[in-house]
């Protein structure tokens, strides 16, 4: 089946530590995003990519680092240098198309991360 | 970025129309206007979209303004599974996508 993946669904990392938190996609799509939410919030965007090998920040980037060596992995690091890193992490990607048109995005079902 | 402001909650009786409001008045020519709602501790699903003209698909409904400076989701019979966060949001063709907070829609049975 085809869909995006994020794991775990939960991780628990004490504070100082570095964690990655994994997205992959069988979507075959160009675009791909990371999002913060807290609780009773709306979706805050971390970094995007459009392509393999480029990404770009979004409105939260400090504290967070990103790669995209690969069309389907969005991996996603937090740093110890994020104050408040306990959220819910969500993945997704998009199928950019023509200039003029607008595709859906396609979310994985999310990462909480607590950090004690 | 253009950024939209919905009602923070709204409540319908199950079984009947509910209609979601969006306020978008710095939208700009080429944004399309993008509905997903989520459920509690679950990733945000897609729900409809549409440019300039009002769109049907088998979840809902989307009318959009004239003037494109608002637009509403309708969900033509609420049931309890309808019960979730909606969100408007703006999408612009160099792929950075805003969020805002939503509207919390609760379904009476």
């Known amino acids: 089946d085809g869909g ?13 530590q570095n964690v990655t938190l994994s997205c992959e996609q069988n979507l ?21 990519s459009q392509i393999v090998n480029d990404f770009q920040k979004g409105d939260i980037a400090e504290g967070y680092s990103v790669s995209r060596e690969k069309k ?3 991996p996603l690091t937090v740093t110890s240098a994020q104050k408040n890193p306990t959220a819910f992490y969500l993945c997704a990607s998009r ?22 | 970025d253009a950024k939209t402001t919905q009602p923070n909650s709204m409540e319908s009786n199950e079984e009947e129309p509910v209609h979601l409001p969006c306020n978008h008045s710095t939208i700009s020519g080429t944004d399309y ?16 979209h549409g440019l300039t003209s009002n769109v049907n698909n088998r979840m809902a409904s989307l009318a959009i ?24 949001i703006l999408k612009t063709s160099y792929d950075k996508v805003i969020f805002g907070p939503g509207t919390s829609l609760s379904v009476i049975p």
């Open chain 1, 28 to 48: 075959n799509h160009d675009a791909m995003y990371w999002y913060r939410q807290d609780p009773g919030q709306g979706l805050r965007l971390i970094y995007y």
């Open chain 1, 72 to 74: 389907e992995s969005f």
């Open chain 1, 4 to 16: 995006i993946t994020q794991s775990p669904k939960y991780l628990f990392r004490k504070e100082g």
């Open chain 2, 33 to 48: 206007i993008h509905w997903y709602r989520q459920l509690p501790s679950q990733g945000p699903e897609y729900v409809i």
């Open chain 1, 95 to 116: 199928e950019t198309g023509p200039a003029g048109t607008s595709n859906e995005q396609f979310f994985g079902p999310g990462t909480r991360l607590t950090v004690l």
């Open chain 2, 65 to 88: 303004a004239e003037d494109r400076k608002s637009s509403t989701l309708i969900l033509h019979r609420a049931t309890l599974r309808d019960a979730a966060v909606y969100y408007c």
